[in-house]
């Protein structure tokens, strides 16, 4: 086994109370600020969800764009063959 994973075996997951302690620490070390935090990361996970969103759409688009191609340069192929 790796060192990491007996570490986590020794010291155990977090359970209910842990994250209760976690919680109270947190809002006692930023008491205030801490809405604002939580304000900020949702918007920052909301950007980087749309900018997911349009590289997946441009991705989609170009595929879709670079099949079009081929099958017009099929058929001009095709047209070219049967021509001769």
Do not use: C
Request: net charge negative; charged share 30%; glycine share 8%.
């Amino acid at each position: 086994m790796s060192s990491e994973y007996q570490t986590v075996l020794a010291f155990g997951f977090t359970g209910g109370w842990e994250w209760i302690v976690i919680l109270v620490v947190a809002v006692l070390i930023f008491g205030r600020r801490l809405p604002d935090i939580a304000r900020s990361i949702g918007k920052s996970i909301t950007e980087f969800k749309k900018g997911v969103h349009e590289i997946e759409s441009d991705v989609k688009k170009t595929i879709d764009e670079s099949e079009t191609i081929a099958e017009s340069s099929n058929k001009e192929d095709n047209d070219t063959e049967q021509k001769s």
